[in-house]
C-alpha cells in the first residue's frame, strides 16, 4: 500500500503503521491468532488509509459583497486561465498555481494580524525589497518567507499598482503556453 504524505503529522506516525501492517498482510507483528481487539484496531487503520486526502474546514473569510473584492476579481480573472477557488477560507485566483489570494494574515509576536482587504501576491524577486519599503505591504504568514508580499487596498489604494502586482505574480507562476497568450492580447 502507498500512502501519500498528506496527513498532518500526528497522521503520518498512523501511516507508517499502516505500511507496516499491510506488509504483514494486515496481520499484527504479535504473532498468529492475535486478540480480537488488536484486528479491529488493525482494520480501522486499515480503513482510514483509504482516505487518501482529510479535509479541514476553513470559516469563510471574506464578504461577496466587497467592493475591493470585485475589482481584484476583475483584474485577476482577466488573465488567460485564471480561475477562482476558496482556500483557507480567502479567495484564491491560480491558473496551474496560485497566484493571488483576497485577504491574508501576520503573525506579531503571539497575536495573529487579519489583513481582509488585502491581496496577497509573488512579486518579481528585484522588486521585492523596494516594495517592502512601501507603507502598505506587509509580509504574510506562511507565504512570506517564499517572497510573497500582502498589500493592504484600503480606500486609497492604487488600482494601477494593484494590477502591476497581480501582473506580476501571475507572470512569475502561469504556464508559458497561457503567458504567450497574454503577450499575444496586448
Not at 506488509?23 to 507483528?29: A, H, P
Not at 477562482?84 to 497566484?99: D, L, N, Q, W
Not at 509576536?109 to 509573488?122: K, T
Request: aromatic share 8%; hydrophobic share 40%; proline share 8%.
Amino acid at each position: 500500500m502507498n500512502l501519500p504524505r498528506l496527513c498532518p503529522p500526528s497522521l503520518n506516525s498512523v501511516s507508517d503503521r499502516l505500511l507496516r501492517l499491510s506488509r504483514l498482510g494486515g496481520r499484527s507483528s504479535i504473532g498468529s491468532g492475535g486478540s480480537a481487539a488488536l484486528d479491529i484496531a488493525n482494520q480501522d487503520l486499515l480503513s482510514l488509509a483509504r482516505l487518501r486526502w482529510i479535509a479541514v474546514a476553513h470559516p469563510r473569510m471574506f464578504d461577496d459583497d466587497d467592493p475591493a473584492l470585485a475589482r481584484v476579481r476583475a483584474i485577476a480573472l482577466a488573465m488567460p486561465g485564471a480561475a477562482e477557488k476558496i482556500s483557507h477560507g480567502r479567495p484564491a485566483m491560480y491558473t496551474k498555481r496560485v497566484f493571488a489570494y483576497y485577504g491574508g494574515s501576520l503573525k506579531n509576536y503571539d497575536e495573529w494580524v487579519q489583513h481582509p482587504q488585502s491581496i496577497v501576491v509573488r512579486p518579481d524577486p528585484e522588486d521585492r525589497p523596494f516594495l517592502l519599503g512601501h507603507e502598505r505591504v506587509y509580509v504574510p504568514a506562511y507565504l512570506g518567507p517564499s517572497g510573497w508580499i500582502g498589500y493592504e487596498l484600503g480606500d486609497e489604494a492604487d488600482w494601477d499598482e494593484v494590477a502591476e502586482l497581480i501582473d506580476a505574480s501571475y507572470r512569475l507562476t502561469a504556464p508559458k503556453r497561457l503567458l504567450d497568450e497574454l503577450d499575444a492580447a496586448g
